[in-house]
């Protein structure tokens, strides 16, 4: 019998999903947009197109995660309890070492972590912060100039491209290691999807503190053969 | 570069009649706001109070230092400048803005999909959006006019003799001509158009000086729009690194990790057990390769071969 942890229930795999996929999908068809020499190559009907499903998904991209939040209010606060908990030294000795640790993980034994690695939650605050930038911005820049003064829209639109060029970064590195293509984190795209259950193992390895304490309580603990 | 044709704008000479205005009205077609009220009064001559749409061409009017007891207006052309390097060419994605074979700049409406990133890009505020066909608009020098052998329908209106319509060249030295001519009762006088935005497609003689008939005297495109245009090099640049980095990081975490059953939790002892052995909670970060006795171990074996190195050295210098 192995003991896993319900480490995301359905509505946080719904957000993060919503976001992944409608964020993608706006990634691409915005490209045509953010390098206009792109757009040229593609032609009218494609770039015209993808205008199209870049509007319709940008909606979609703010309506659909705030479903997910009403549907389940507690995962908000449970995310911001967890962005702006208090740093302790392991969360700094996390940070320390992770440079070092992602280039030779076999020479480290990383610190005990919470609920989410202080690194990662630099990385989601950042990740948020520019959610937030391309909700906004998206809705000024679909108002348009038409009623908006024209100043309000260009700033707007350098946003959302400030915005796009930090967006693709991360997303490299957070695809990297959230779909388990780093070699130690292999198995962490599971707490993603199906059941949003990670092994004991797993959960002692990455975020030691929270599993402890979540297999020391036995609550959202499960086993299975 | 700079466009080969040009329109010349004399402001000496305008009398604010807004002939050019209508002319650009009613040969593109463009409705005008005729209900009451639609057209709100703005504290001036000027209407409308700005270009949208529908208004491509509007002539300023600005109230100046009076001289001699006269009231005296400075009167401005606000249309479409033609740049030579047109920002709002640089941003389009779908090639609508473009620059036309005799170097003005138009936009084609058949590409337009009204992103509105031109409007955003023009100094001069010049493009706008057309509510009624979701497209950007703005004055195309009447392409379509020059195509047939016409002038632009602006010019052909003006009864003042303010605007006139020709090679560019031609059209700033008559505009240099004129501004020598008049400079001893305008002293402020001023050509504008010859190397703004690299040189514009309107040529302009301004008696009171650029600021007085509201152009800017140094135009550039927005520094937002500058930055933005170096944004796609900078993501390039910024998404490869990041794959740079991934790819060493794979490759250094190549055969590491941990198996799914390494890591227990004895829950009777409340402590983590690494391959079943509680861990300690004050194990180093680092782990080292080996332990204390095995590093001084090596160090004296290292020690003996050197010894043994200089002794053999030693050996051979005494054969």
């Keep these: 019998m192995t003991r896993y942890i319900r480490r995301h229930n359905f509505w946080a795999r719904f957000v993060h999903w919503a976001y992944a996929v409608f964020g993608i999908v706006l990634l691409i068809t915005g490209l045509a947009l953010f390098v206009p020499g792109l757009g040229k190559v593609l032609g009218f009907e494609v770039l015209q197109a993808s205008s199209w499903v870049h509007r319709i998904v940008g909606i979609l991209f703010v309506a659909v995660p705030i479903i997910g939040y009403l549907a389940k209010p507690s995962n908000l606060k449970h995310i911001f309890q967890n962005l702006f908990r208090r740093w302790d030294k392991d969360d700094v000795d996390f940070m320390k070492f992770f440079p070092l640790y992602l280039f030779n993980p076999k020479k480290y034994h990383m610190p005990k972590q919470h609920y989410i690695k202080s690194g990662q939650r630099a990385s989601d605050i950042v990740m948020y912060l520019l959610i937030l930038i391309f909700m906004i911005s998206g809705v000024l820049m679909l108002i348009g100039t038409g009623i908006l003064p024209v100043w309000i829209f260009a700033i707007a639109k350098f946003a959302h491209q400030i915005a796009f060029v930090i967006f693709a970064i991360l997303l490299v590195v957070h695809i990297f290691l959230g779909a388990g293509i780093f070699q130690p984190y292999r198995r962490l795209p599971r707490g993603m999807f199906g059941d949003g259950l990670v092994s004991e193992s797993d959960a002692l390895y990455h975020w030691g503190h929270w599993a402890e304490e979540e297999l020391a309580s036995g609550e959202n603990v499960v086993e299975k053969s | ?319």
């Design chain 2, 1 to 319: 570069m700079a466009s080969s044709i040009a329109i010349l704008f004399d402001a000496s000479k305008c009398t604010g009649c807004k002939g050019c205005q209508v002319a650009c009205k009613q040969w593109n077609q463009l409705p005008a706001p005729l209900d009451f009220g639609d057209a709100p009064f703005s504290g001036s001559y000027e209407s409308p109070a700005e270009n949208s749409g529908d208004t491509w061409l509007r002539v300023t009017f600005d109230e100046i230092e009076p001289r001699e007891d006269e009231v005296t207006i400075a009167f401005g052309r606000d249309a479409c400048r033609h740049c030579a390097d047109a920002p709002c060419v640089s941003v389009c994605s779908s090639g609508a803005c473009h620059k036309t074979s005799n170097g003005a700049v138009a936009i084609d409406s058949s590409k337009c999909f009204g992103c509105q990133y031109c409007i955003a890009a023009c100094p001069f505020d010049s493009p706008k959006f057309c509510e009624r066909e979701k497209k950007a608009k703005k004055c195309s020098l009447c392409q379509d006019r020059l195509q047939n052998g016409l002038t632009p329908s602006c010019m052909k209106s003006c009864t003042a003799d303010a605007l006139d319509f020709g090679a560019r060249s031609d059209m700033i030295a008559k505009a240099q001509r004129r501004a020598l001519e008049i400079k001893s009762k305008f002293p402020n006088v001023e050509v504008y158009g010859v190397n703004q935005m690299g040189g514009l497609g309107v040529i302009s003689i301004l008696p009171f000086g650029a600021d007085s008939h509201r152009e800017m005297v140094n135009p550039q495109a927005p520094l937002m729009t500058q930055i933005g245009n170096m944004l796609p090099t900078v993501a390039g640049v910024g998404v490869l690194g990041a794959l740079g980095v991934t790819a060493l990081a794979f490759m250094g975490g190549r055969g590491s990790g941990y198996s799914e059953e390494q890591y227990t939790y004895d829950n009777v002892r409340r402590v983590t057990c690494d391959g079943g052995k509680p861990m300690d909670p004050n194990a180093p970060i680092v782990k080292l390769g080996l332990k204390k006795e095995e590093k001084a171990d090596t160090k004296e074996v290292k020690a003996s071969k050197k010894t043994v190195k200089a002794s053999e050295g030693e050996v051979k210098k005494n054969d």
